[in-house]
């Protein structure tokens, strides 16, 4: 989401429904962006690839969660070797700093700690099943904490870049929530659906900076990113697309929203 802090999460998927989605949940409350694998992977994606490259190595910092279960997992297993292999990799940028081990239980600290000795050399993260908020609220400082000290930075740049992503967070989580409106709608009736898509996203009110260039926008093979206002917004609703590192083209989809707005404007 945006410029949000993306904690991506290790774990064995016996432990989703009870223990990491209830996490995932606070943490996402608390303007933390999560990657799990349940809400990321859409069917005929690479499952390698998307966890290993588009969640791991992307992510700002990477939680992992040890439990019973986990310990034996395959894929936690997979994950872990990716980090370690990556960190001895002389080619890779992976950051071994960025990594937060958490335990259900002092027992399973002691059960990994030789094993992976990499990984449990920091602070000891206990966030048992029945957690409270004394242990969420450490792990939320434990997260932040992490997150800027590898942003880099003094305080005061640390509050602005938390002021930031919060606006991100806010911003990014309106967009999916009005995208997911409209995905449902779209499978009753395509064109009433893409009609209804265009009047939700105009009445949003995110995309006036951008509409204010709508002359600009379709009598142009190209404009340049930085002349644009709310480029991000609308290319999250696929209304413009990269034509080059600094320049942007309208989309099929683009074009036919502007023509709505200008047959609709008036209304």
Same mark, same amino acid.
């Given at each position: 989401?945006?410029?949000? +802090? ?15 989605? $209830? ?19 859409? /069917? ?17 910092? +990477?939680?992992?969660? @040890? ?8 894929? +936690? ?5 990716? *980090? ?32 992976? $000795?990499?990984?449990? !050399? !920091?602070?000891?993260?206990?966030? /048992? ?46 967009? &999916? ?12 009736? /395509?064109?009433? =659906? ?5 009047? !939700? ?10 509409? =204010? ?7 142009? &093979? ?8 709310? *480029? /991000? ?24 929203? @502007?023509?709505? +707005? ?6």
């Amino acid at each position: 989401m945006g410029n949000s +802090v993306l904690a991506f999460i290790s774990h064995a998927s016996e432990d989703k429904e009870d223990y990491i989605e $209830p996490i995932s949940d606070d943490l996402e409350s608390c303007y933390i962006n999560i990657w799990i694998d349940k809400r990321k992977i859409v /069917p005929g994606d690479n499952l390698r690839k998307s966890i290993l490259q588009d969640g791991l190595d992307k992510a700002d910092i +990477v939680l992992i969660f @040890f439990t019973e279960k986990s310990l034996k997992s395959s894929w +936690v297993d997979t994950e872990i070797k990716h *980090v370690l292999r990556e960190k001895h990799n002389k080619d890779s940028d992976f950051d071994l700093n960025k990594i937060i081990s958490i335990f259900d239980s002092t027992e399973t600290y002691e059960s990994i700690r030789e094993r992976y $000795p990499e990984l449990t !050399d !920091d602070l000891l993260h206990l966030m /048992p099943v029945e957690y409270g908020k004394i242990e969420l609220g450490q792990l939320i400082s434990a997260i932040w904490s992490k997150y800027f000290s590898l942003q880099g930075g003094d305080i005061e740049t640390q509050r602005q870049l938390l002021q930031k992503d919060k606006e991100g967070f806010e911003k990014d989580k309106k967009i &999916q929530a009005l995208e997911l409106k409209l995905e449902k709608s779209k499978k009753s009736d /395509p064109k009433a =659906a893409q009609s209804q898509e265009f009047e !939700d996203i105009y009445r949003s009110g995110k995309l006036n900076g951008f509409l =204010a260039y709508q002359n600009e926008i379709l009598n142009s &093979q190209y404009v340049m990113r930085e002349e644009i206002k709310d *480029v /991000p917004e609308a290319m999250a609703f696929g209304l413009v697309q990269n034509r080059s590192q600094n320049t942007i083209t309208i989309t099929e989809k683009g074009k036919e929203f @502007f023509r709505w +707005v200008i047959l609709n404007e008036d209304q």
